[in-house]
């Protein structure tokens, strides 16, 4: 049984978080040269980082590591528990929020989709249909199925390795 946890945010922000008038995130890669950020985050719902509407060209993973929380997805809010994993598509407006102000610990990772474009074949058969598809605005991969384990283990992967580019690529063609 997990012990409760007790927690109060302190106003540091973890990530600095920089948009554009039309609310596009300008996304801080970890590495400039790069085009990926991650990060092992946290939420009760009361930081400064919650209910920020963004979108950007990147992909967006999120992976619930503990406890329960939510993201909002062009209008549609997805509760997300401990395992769950979610496939944000790229251009989509979305927010994280804290359910009831519960404490939950997420990796989260935001990809340019060109780390994956390698060959013509690969563009068209694999990423056009999925980033292009105006009805993919997420997937949502529910704790208990092996996509999301992979999905879990991968994102694990790409936190422990955030300043490598070829294991983070290898991971994304992985979940991909």
């Not at 990926?36 to 619930?64: K, Q, Y």
């Not at 994956?116 to 704790?143: A, G, H, Q």
Request: net charge negative; with cysteine; proline share 4%.
């Amino acid at each position: 049984m997990e012990e409760d946890v007790v927690y109060e945010y302190d106003g540091e922000l973890l990530v600095e978080f920089k948009q554009r008038d039309d609310s596009s995130e300008i996304v801080q890669y970890n590495c400039p040269s790069f085009p990926c950020f991650s990060f092992p985050g946290f939420l009760t719902g009361i930081e400064p980082w919650v209910r920020n509407a963004h979108w950007h060209e990147d992909i967006e993973i999120l992976t619930v590591k503990k406890g329960t929380m939510a993201y909002n997805v062009n209008g549609k809010l997805i509760e997300l528990n401990k395992g769950d994993s979610l496939f944000v598509n790229s251009r989509n407006l979305h927010y994280s929020d804290g359910i009831n102000l519960q404490y939950a610990e997420y990796y989260i990772f935001v990809a340019h989709p060109r780390i994956l474009s390698s060959v013509n074949v690969v563009d068209r058969d694999f990423l056009l249909p999925v980033l292009t598809d105006t009805n993919c605005e997420y997937i949502l991969f529910k704790n208990g199925t092996q996509a999301a384990a992979e999905i879990y283990t991968q994102s694990q992967n790409i936190i422990d390795n955030h300043e490598n580019p070829l294991e983070i690529t290898r991971s994304l063609f992985n979940i991909w």
